[in-house]
């Protein structure tokens, strides 16, 4: 790994151990209400989750490709009517290569701005500009072209009803084809459901739907299946979402991979 890339993950570790010491108590809030303000990507809340995802039988030599997204996520109150939660995404990649050597580093960051309002009803929606940021450390981990487009989320989310569900939606062209790796056009589809039981527990499903419209037709989509669980603990006075997960994907890329296993560790600040 590089000396940048240990640097990063360094830094994010001494900030989340700071936070962890700052963390206020939020008695008030049972554990159930905080899995589903976890459940909400637009929720009021700051958090940092840290989602690992290992990609099983990628590439024509059937390798495995490991992503560690860490996902700071911060609302930015603009009104009493508004909210603007931010949602970055920094990507630490292990990437396998056809010579049988790997390439480990930083991928290309993903920021969302989300408008929201600040006091929803059961129906939660956000709206605004996704940009995509080419910090990769080499070309085999992203593309050296900004990229920008529309996102989108909408959720139902009731204090009385057990169920969180909704989608979130994204398509991110790239401004240029200058850079390394060429021009670019990926949307992305997330729908998920959850089922909460008392005491913090809960059933998941949340797959990750991708798509490269500028692939060959039968090579455009990657659609997954699958669950997993997920529980609230807390370290202290923290509370920290996490859970475990596993996706088949029915529709796949040539060289795509077949499975995927994803953990989460959220550490959650609620106000």
């Known amino acids: 790994m590089t000396i940048r890339t240990t640097a990063t993950i360094h830094a994010l570790a001494v900030s989340a151990t700071a936070l962890l010491a700052a963390a206020p108590a939020h008695a008030e809030l049972s554990a159930e209400e905080l899995a589903k303000l976890a459940q909400n990507p637009v929720g009021n809340l700051i958090s940092v989750p840290f989602q690992n995802n290992s990609n099983l039988n990628a590439g024509p030599d059937k390798r495995t490709q490991n992503i560690l997204n860490i996902q700071p996520v911060i609302p930015i109150s603009v009104s009493d009517e508004w909210n603007i939660i931010t949602r970055t995404i920094v990507p630490v990649i292990s990437q396998p290569l056809p010579d ?41 981990l992203g593309n050296r072209n900004w990229g920008l487009g529309p996102s989108v989320v909408v959720l139902h989310l009731d204090k009385g009803d057990p169920w969180v569900y909704g989608v979130l939606a994204n398509n ?81 890329p040539d060289d795509g991979p077949n499975w995927q296993i994803r953990a989460q560790v959220q550490f959650m600040f609620p106000k």
């Open 172 to 252: 991110i062209w790239s401004l240029s084809d200058s850079g390394s790796g060429g021009s670019y056009n990926n949307g992305l589809i997330q729908p998920f459901v959850n089922y909460n039981f008392p005491g913090g527990f809960y059933v998941t499903s949340a797959p990750i739907i991708t798509v490269n419209w500028k692939a060959d037709s039968s090579q455009r989509w990657t659609v997954p299946l699958g669950g997993g669980v997920g529980k609230i603990f807390h370290l202290g006075r923290l509370p920290v979402n996490t859970q475990l997960s596993a996706y088949y994907n029915v529709v796949t």
């Open 100 to 140: 049988g050597e790997r390439s480990n580093g930083i991928g290309d960051t993903v920021l969302t701005a989300f408008l929201s309002p600040a006091k929803p009803g059961k129906w939660i929606w956000g709206a605004g500009p996704v940009l995509q940021i080419p910090t990769n450390s080499n070309s085999d």
